[in-house]
């Protein structure tokens, strides 16, 4: 069998520039709640960009199912209070949702970001924040939806995958984009270095799709 077609990839003109800073810039400090079930290398982005200035919000809260989650120890570092919600308590995906939202309410919060949340959503919080949830997915949606994404863009031989940030509808993985970026899938890539590539790129979006979604949010409140 002949050897694989290995050109020169083109890698820099797949990542998509950075929004500026001003183009950004929020003119109120929203208040986040980071959703998350794993491992939190999304909420540690966040963080550092409302460190660094380059998001203007709060993150009020993390909300986590799983227990053994390492995002709760990342919320420790950054003293974001950690709320445990373990779906397991209860029987009903809406149930689930209505104890989340209690808590949402009560560190009024304006945004919602799921940020590796591993549960699905109801109308429950849906309607409770309309157009106010944000999830990241990584892959270039609407391919390769729901779990495993990484790996089917493996097994699908696509040359180019990425990560996309969306609103969030009932409808997994859905609703409309915010944000995506292109990473190129390498002939030897496994799914560990092939998520680690797209990781780096969801690390560098998230935050300017959080704010993207706020800024279009104020400016419909203030036509
Ligand atoms: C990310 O790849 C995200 O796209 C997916 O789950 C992963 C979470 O990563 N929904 P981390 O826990 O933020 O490191």
């Not at 993390?62 to 029987?91: G, T």
């Not at 990584?138 to 779990?147: A, D, M």
């Not at 990425?162 to 984009?177: F, Q």
């Amino acid at each position: 069998m002949g050897k694989e077609f290995d050109s020169d990839r083109p890698i820099a003109s797949l990542i998509s520039p950075d929004r500026s800073s001003e183009e950004l810039q929020l003119n109120k400090t929203i208040k986040l709640a980071i959703m998350a079930s794993g491992n939190g290398s999304n909420f540690e982005a966040v963080a550092k960009a409302i460190e660094t200035g380059k998001l203007n919000a709060e993150i009020k809260v993390l909300i986590y199912n799983n227990p053994d989650a390492k995002v709760r120890s990342r919320a420790e570092k950054w003293q974001v209070p950690a709320v445990l919600i373990n779906h397991k308590e209860f029987k009903k995906r809406q149930d689930f949702d209505r104890a989340i939202v209690e808590t949402l309410k009560e560190y009024q919060i304006d945004w919602v970001v799921m940020a590796g949340w591993m549960r699905v959503v109801t109308e429950v919080l849906l309607q409770a924040f309309p157009n106010r949830v944000i999830n990241i997915h990584p892959s270039l949606l609407p391919s390769f939806r729901g779990l495993r994404a990484v790996e089917k863009a493996l097994e699908a031989k696509v040359k180019i995958t990425g990560c996309t940030v969306h609103i969030v509808s009932l409808e997994v993985d859905s609703g409309p984009i915010l944000i995506q970026a292109a990473v190129p899938i390498l002939i030897d890539d496994t799914p560990e270095t092939l998520h680690a590539r797209v990781q780096i790129e969801e690390h560098r979006i998230l935050p300017q799709a959080i704010a993207l979604a706020a800024l279009s949010q104020e400016k419909q409140v203030s036509k």
